[in-house]
């Protein structure tokens, strides 16, 4: 059995992100009931030179819209980053679950082996398809979802494993 582009980017991206959306929304209900200020939360990071977690939560939903995107031969579409609240990451995670619905598997045929262009570090790189999901954008996302996670974990917001698998 193999498994298509799209079966390992799309779902799997909405679904991390509606995860997301839910670890959110506990934190900031937990910054209500504790009476801190939500941008405590919102611009904490885990090491100074480290990006905070609107920004983590700005470069997971990037992935998440830029990968299929390019997979699927669509332009990437570009999102201001001015987000400033939790309403405000919430509705940049809307907007991205609203596109992701919007792809089909059908555009994602033949995408393993798409050759994709773009900037790595400040440099022009190209690779497959399968390469840049696997080895570029699932990484990269994880990464950010994580850290989004752990900044609020570390801020004592109270959140499980189950949380960030996506329970409900």
């Known amino acids: 059995m193999t498994i298509s582009m799209y079966e390992a980017s799309v779902p799997v991206f909405s679904e991390r992100l509606k995860a997301l959306s839910t670890i959110l929304a506990a934190a900031e209900q ?3 009931e504790r009476k801190i200020d939500p941008q ?3 611009t904490s990071r885990l090491a100074p ?3 905070a977690l609107t920004r983590q939560v700005q470069i997971a939903t ?3 819209k830029g990968a299929p995107s390019r997979l699927a ?3 990437v579409p570009r999102y201001e980053d001015n987000e400033a609240s939790f309403a405000d990451i919430q509705a940049r995670i809307t907007k991205t679950l609203d596109l ?4 089909s598997a059908a555009e994602f045929d033949g995408s393993d082996d798409k050759v994709i262009e773009l ?3 400040g440099r022009e790189t190209s690779m497959p398809g399968l390469q840049y999901l696997l080895h570029v954008a699932m990484p990269n996302f994880y990464f950010h979802l994580t850290t989004a996670y752990d900044i609020l974990r570390h801020n004592g917001v109270p959140l499980g494993k189950a949380t960030f698998l996506g329970a409900r």
């Not at 992701?100 to 792809?103: D, G, I």
């Open 30 to 32: 937990n910054a209500l």
């Open 40 to 42: 405590v939360f919102l």
């Open 49 to 51: 030179d480290m990006y």
């Open 62 to 64: 990037d992935h998440a």
């Open 73 to 75: 031969g669509r332009e």
């Open 100 to 103: 992701l619905a919007t792809f």
């Open 119 to 121: 900037k790595l570090g």
